[in-house]
């Protein structure tokens, strides 16, 4: 097991958003996240990376690090929590300011103090690997939706993480940009990457996961294998969702 | 070149000019220069102090912010240099309005630079934050290169409008442009003459900076196009 999360629960103010999350992630398995807007498989993906601090919750990794929400974790604990892994947002979120090879050495190179060289070499492998060996030098204004997002993902893997989180990479992007940055994920899942996907592209879901999680009103409302939760789902409310996006 | 009381209009306006550049030059530019650089520091740290979320940072910062801008420039100089020397402790002219000066542009552009920040959006922060970077230096590589782009045409007109401010120095004796021109029509009593002299001095320079905010803001409009 990659990673075991008990009870990992989240509140706004009174909005209970993630209520008691119990989840396992095996190592180099592809977790999908799918269900309807404001669910809170955002939130669940943030809690992950500590990008929002769970108000409780285990995580328990491979490596026996353990981290109990129940008290604040430090500042070291949760840079530490973030170095495992690396996040591609929705909306990209790139550094406008910055070239696509920039976005990509940033990490390594100012947060990690690796050696240029050492960086160089990555950046210029992994934007290869995305497709963009050509546009390094480009800014994000330059790029397409799609391109944007492939660098985003290069920037994610540089910081070379344990466990890639993907929080609906292609839901931006024009539809005919979207396969070009499937595809990328798809490699990775052929590498053997251990993901976690927050999608609304229920094919490529089924095509990369191991394991289907199906999430309504902050709670996972069913899992399984892709083909038993999208084929023949057995929660009332999962039918309902598949329903309304395979019919809308 | 000498000035006397029964100079032509000419004339006098031409003796005059020289010494006025020299006030300019000596006084006008060095205290709008150094004044706006240590301003600009002064508004960073201010800027920063009010985005903490700890009150013994907040409320100190937003004290001096809200009692610069809420109190006239005239007062505060007066303050600076007739208030503190009378009390003992006596600055010279040029010293008094560099702190007034820079306290004024620390205060009003620390409003600026604070919203600038502001203006970048959460997930340059967040982005940040994932590839492992800290408060300071998501701050100082990604936030902070985006929002000077952001402030720049704010704070060029904060510029220009201390190049005009700096005339006030005159009522604590500092020998700048303007008081120059006082100090000339006092001895030829043209005070039309020179004082429409000083001001066209100060449009001058002011219409050459503003020529340069325009180029600025044009070649940053064309790196943020997107
Ligand atoms: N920072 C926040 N403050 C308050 N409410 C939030 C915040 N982030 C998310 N929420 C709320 O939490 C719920 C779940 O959001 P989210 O995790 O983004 O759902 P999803 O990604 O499934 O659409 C929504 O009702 C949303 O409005
Ligand atoms: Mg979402």
């Not at chain 1, 769970?54 to 109990?68: E, I, M, R, W």
Request: proline share 5%; charged share 20%.
């Amino acid at each position: 097991m990659f990673l075991t999360v008990e009870g990992l629960t989240k509140a706004f103010g009174e909005l209970e958003v993630l209520k008691d999350i119990d989840l396992e992630i095996e190592k180099g398995n592809i977790l999908t996240i799918i269900g309807p807007s404001g669910s809170g498989k955002t939130t669940l993906l943030r809690c992950l990376n500590v990008l929002e601090m769970p108000n409780k919750g285990k995580f328990a990794f491979h490596d026996g690090v353990q981290v109990d929400f129940g008290k604040e974790p430090s500042k070291k604990e949760v840079t530490s929590l973030r170095r495992r892994s690396g996040m591609v947002f929705q909306s990209y979120n790139l550094f406008p300011h910055k070239t696509a090879l920039e976005n990509v050495t940033e990490g390594p190179l100012i947060v990690q103090k690796r050696p240029k060289s050492e960086v160089l070499a990555l950046a210029e492998n992994l934007l290869d690997k995305v497709g963009l060996a050509d546009k390094m030098n480009l800014y994000p204004h330059q790029l397409s939706g799609g391109q944007q997002q492939r660098v985003g993902i290069a920037r994610a893997l540089a910081i070379e993480p344990e466990l890639m989180l993907f929080d609906e990479p292609t839901s931006a992007l024009d539809p005919e940009l979207v396969g070009e940055v499937l595809k990328v994920i798809k490699d990775l899942a052929n590498e053997g990457w251990t993901m976690v996907i927050v999608t609304h592209e229920l094919k490529f879901a089924e095509q990369v996961s191991n394991q289907v999680i199906f999430m309504d009103e902050g709670q996972i409302v069913e899992q399984g294998p892709p083909e038993a939760v999208l084929k023949s789902p057995k929660e009332k409310r999962t039918q309902q969702f598949l329903e309304r996006i395979l019919n809308p | 070149m000498t000035i006397t009381a029964d100079m032509g209009g000419w004339e006098l306006f031409k003796n005059s000019l020289w010494p006025m550049i020299q006030g300019g030059i000596k006084y006008t530019i060095p205290l709008t220069l150094i004044s706006f650089t240590l301003g600009l520091a002064l508004a960073l740290l201010l800027a920063i102090m009010r985005l903490s979320n700890r009150k013994y940072f907040t409320i100190p910062a937003r004290m001096l912010v809200s009692a610069v801008r809420g109190t006239p420039l005239l007062v505060q100089l007066s303050i600076v240099f007739f208030g503190l020397g009378s009390i003992g402790l006596t600055i010279d002219p040029f010293p008094s309005a560099i702190i007034a000066f820079t306290l004024n542009v620390g205060a009003y552009a620390s409003e600026i630079i604070r919203a600038s920040i502001l203006s970048i959006p959460k997930g340059q922060w967040e982005a940040s934050h994932t590839i492992g970077m800290s408060y300071w230096q998501a701050l100082r590589r990604i936030v902070l290169p985006q929002a000077s782009r952001v402030s720049i045409p704010p704070l060029s007109n904060t510029f220009i409008s201390l190049v005009k401010d700096t005339s006030l120095a005159s009522l604590i004796l500092v020998t700048e442009l303007f008081r120059k021109a006082q100090e000339i029509a006092a001895r030829t009593y043209d005070f039309m003459l020179l004082y429409l002299e000083a001001a066209l001095l100060y449009w001058i320079i002011c219409f050459v900076l503003s020529i340069i905010q325009d180029r600025i803001e044009r070649r940053l409009e064309r790196h943020i196009s997107n």
